[in-house]
């Protein structure tokens, strides 16, 4: 069986299982994720919140479970928010009790996220019915200067978000739906609603309405689960699209539950997911741990060369930095290739001008007997990715997988973004304007990235290689 090596520079559990972020929040200059774990096993159950937190987003430390499963009631999904006073932490998740009851709970945390309280009075938002979950409580700037809370869950089975309004972060309003839309055969899970201004406007702000889907059913669709964005206006009571059509937020496989941190600095929305797949997340051979997130994401909001507004997903500033300290080169990658070497824990970045070159293809191979590869068609704008290999194939029938995403093409040179750590594969295109994440199975050694060009032409090649180190000296300096 092939060995899966834990990430370097993601955050993952030691050991155990992992599953969507919960409780996303910056607080005294700390970065806090929650995620669901099971303290107890690497599959999934005892549904428990996880928690970890970091200086950089690069090294994150985990701590002790943050709320734990109790008899009767499991700690589904849900949000932290920083009070507005700066002092106490809020949360909000779902109880998920065993008569199939599914209801909204609040803890309290004054220890700076370290140890919660859950409230006497839980839970403090019920519905009765059994698909009621994810909470993601978010704030709506009122003409007055102060912000309301308004609290955004799912019907999941009937495809439906819902909106809440609170004063308090105790006493909640229902204020309206929005739902059901687009193709039926899936529940929805994990909203968020996301300000952005487009194109830095700040005269032109559109809501974001982030939502997760997993098919169901005995003919559910075999590529699994997947996360959708549609923008619009909201009123701080309904939220009306801008369209009537989710759009797909990563063409990959592998990225599922994102939702923002509360309280980014500088307003920005910070977005982390969960790498995997509802298909085959209990069959991924990793051990002791079980489960990543992605790399946290920048979100906003660009006009194309067209006119279209796209959302466009940056990776963090560390990615960046690690990439300016390397040199680049040229390679010439015409027939039969070239070849870069990679440690597995790598950021790779090229940069080449397809007038020139013609096609694109790159493939990288392990240890292990499978690939992942990217080829670029300028003819039809696309970017086209797939994983196979025998190695790939044994992880579950629909692992092996291909999938294709259309790029803009302007006649300019075109680059692209691949941070590789482990099993873990994420790819930015036009500025992030694109994205394909996906779980690969290279092996636990050295990767080598075959390049290729139709034609002989020059491409830019910047490579830098991460290690891991958990933690950092100033994280435990800021937990003093």
Not at 59 to 85: M, Y
Not at 231 to 248: H, L, M, V, Y
Not at 317 to 328: G, I, Q, W, Y
Not at 360 to 366: E, I, T
Request: overall charge negative; hydrophobic content about 40%; some cysteine.
């Amino acid at each position: 069986m092939i060995r899966v090596p834990r990430p370097a520079f993601h955050l993952t559990p030691r050991r155990n299982w992992m599953n969507d972020p919960n409780g996303l929040v910056h607080h005294s200059g700390l970065w806090h994720a929650y995620f669901q774990y099971n303290p107890e096993s690497s599959d999934w159950g005892n549904m428990s919140w996880g928690h970890a937190s970091s200086t950089d987003l690069a090294h994150w430390t985990e701590h002790p479970v943050a709320l734990r499963h109790r008899p009767g009631e499991q700690i589904f999904s849900g949000s932290v928010v920083a009070e507005q006073d700066g002092g106490r932490l809020i949360a909000h998740y779902t109880s998920a009790y065993d008569d199939g009851r599914q209801a909204q709970s609040r803890a309290v945390s004054d220890d700076g996220g370290l140890t919660w309280s859950p409230d006497l009075e839980n839970p403090v938002l019920d519905r009765g019915t059994t698909s009621f979950r994810d909470p993601k409580v978010v704030r709506f700037p009122t003409a007055d200067g102060r912000d309301r809370w308004i609290l955004v869950a799912v019907e999941a089975d009937a495809r439906q978000v819902l909106f809440y309004g609170s004063d308090d972060l105790r006493t909640w309003e229902h204020l309206s739906s929005f739902g059901p839309l687009g193709p039926g055969g899936v529940v929805w899970e994990c909203p968020d609603l996301v300000p952005l201004a487009v194109d830095d406007d700040p005269d032109d702000i559109r809501w974001v309405l982030l939502l997760s889907t997993n098919p169901v059913g005995d003919d559910a669709d075999p590529r699994g689960s997947a996360m959708s964005w549609i923008a619009g206006t909201f009123d701080g009571i309904a939220f009306t699209p801008d369209t009537r059509r989710f759009a797909r937020l990563d063409e990959g496989r592998d990225l599922y539950a994102g939702v923002t941190f509360d309280s980014a600095p500088d307003g920005e929305a910070v977005m982390l997911a969960w790498m995997s797949n509802w298909r085959y997340a209990h069959a991924i051979p990793s051990s002791p741990w079980r489960g990543a997130m992605s790399l946290p994401r920048r979100l906003s909001l660009r006009r194309d060369c067209r006119g279209r507004v796209r959302l466009r997903q940056e990776p963090p500033v560390f990615v960046r930095e690690h990439l300016a300290d390397t040199p680049s080169k040229v390679v010439l990658a015409a027939r039969p290739f070239a070849e870069l070497a990679l440690t597995g824990h790598s950021l790779l970045e090229l940069e080449w001008d397809p007038r020139t070159t013609g096609s694109l293809r790159l493939r990288l191979a392990g240890d292990a007997d499978a690939f992942a590869e990217l080829s670029h068609d300028p003819e039809t704008a696309t970017l086209r990715f797939e994983r196979g290999g025998p190695d790939a194939e044994a992880v579950h029938p629909d692992f092996a997988s291909a999938c294709t995403t259309g790029l803009i093409e302007d006649g300019s040179t075109r680059r692209l973004l691949i941070s590789l750590d482990g099993p873990l594969l994420e790819v930015f295109a036009d500025d992030g304007a694109a994205t394909i994440t996906h779980l690969v199975m290279l092996g636990d050694g050295p990767v080598v990235a075959s390049l290729q060009t139709e034609r002989a032409g020059a491409v830019r090649a910047s490579t830098a290689h991460l290690a891991a180190d958990r933690p950092t000296e100033a994280l435990a300096a800021a937990l003093a």
